[in-house]
């Protein structure tokens, strides 16, 4: 081998060299805390990844546990086919665009006022956060009882005199889903509440004082100052809030099983649950879910380009 050669070969293998020791440098280095993510990434792939892709795979199969066929498109054609699932997707829809006006409002209000008090403070914000420890699904049973014939609702009209007004609640298909988006009011939930009133201590108090200065009310300066400053959390709560209720089918489980009827209450969720758990129909399930999974990543991304805008328009 010629010089020349000789010197070829050793530039080209000297940056592979400083690589690779590189790497084992960085290994070295880092190892331990690649072991100790290591778990972390070998339960995400068992419990998150696998069940997504097996999902996936499924929604195109009949899938009843003991055998698996392939039926290529036929589940997602009997689901946009199925009239339950419209009156689903339409229940879901009042739903979440129920609760992405009360968390815009009613958690705000009481963090902005509790905000502005001056003496107790500290009480007030226990008194709102201290539902937190309450579970949810204990929530959803007292408010079952409530909405019961012999419930709260019917026994303080009793008490009114207006007797007549008294229903079963949950029973009437006109007041069924009105009476489950009505569970927990006034809907001053903890955690709303608490990154509210975080995101309004975080404003400079030299901002706030300037506006003083300048004349500015206490509702101006509300309007103009605090709330343009918190809409980073405005819109945190509000993509939670989408994805969380979108979903969510615990309190139609639990109250009403879907009905009045066959539709009145019932939620792509509980279809899913429905078709797997009554039915053993894992593959059209999967395809209920598959179909929950594409629109919340449609809504994720959609959320994430628009933030992206907002902040370059920034």
């Known amino acids: 081998m010629s010089q020349s050669e000789r010197s070829a070969v050793g ?4 940056p592979y060299g400083k690589r690779r020791a590189g790497v084992m440098q960085s290994v070295r280095r880092y190892g331990l805390f690649y ?3 290591a778990p972390t990434f070998l339960f995400a792939i068992a419990f998150y990844y696998y069940p997504l892709l097996s999902g996936i795979y499924h929604s195109f199969t009949y899938w009843d546990i003991k055998r698996t066929v392939w039926v290529g498109l036929d589940n997602y054609t009997r689901l946009f086919t199925n009239p ?8 879901m829809a009042l739903i979440v665009g129920s609760q992405m006006i009360v968390v815009l409002t009613l958690p ?18 226990v008194a709102f956060v201290l539902p937190i ?40 298909p006109a007041t069924a889903l ?12 903890g955690l709303n509440f608490l990154i509210y009133l975080a995101a309004l201590q975080s404003i400079p108090e030299e901002v706030l004082d300037a506006a003083r200065v300048d004349g500015a009310t206490a509702l101006r300066t509300f309007f103009q100052i605090e709330l343009p400053m918190i809409r980073p959390q405005m819109s945190l709560l509000l993509m939670l809030t989408i994805i969380y209720y979108l979903r969510s089918f615990d309190a139609p489980l639990i109250m ?23 039915e053993l129909d894992l593959g059209y399930g999967s395809a209920i879910g598959t179909l929950l999974f594409g629109v919340l990543l449609a809504v994720s991304l959609l959320n994430l380009a628009i933030r992206r805008r907002l902040e370059k328009a920034a």
């Open 178 to 189: 009105w009476a489950i988006i009505f569970v927990g009011f006034p809907w001053v939930a």
């Open 256 to 278: 009403t099983n879907g009905g009045p009827g066959t539709t009145g209450t019932l939620v792509p969720g509980l279809q899913m649950y429905r078709s797997i758990r009554d």
């Open 84 to 91: 339950a699932t419209a009156a689903a997707w339409r229940n």
């Open 133 to 172: 420890v309450v579970p949810a699904t204990v929530i959803v049973f007292v408010w079952r009882w409530f909405y019961g014939v012999d419930g709260g609702i019917n026994y303080l009209l009793r008490l009114a005199g207006m007797e007549e007004i008294t229903r079963a609640w949950l029973g009437d």
């Open 11 to 14: 530039k080209t293998s000297l």
């Open 108 to 125: 705000l209000l009481g963090a902005a006022l509790v905000h502005h008090v001056r003496r107790g403070q500290y009480w007030w914000r």
């Open 35 to 37: 072991l100790l993510l």
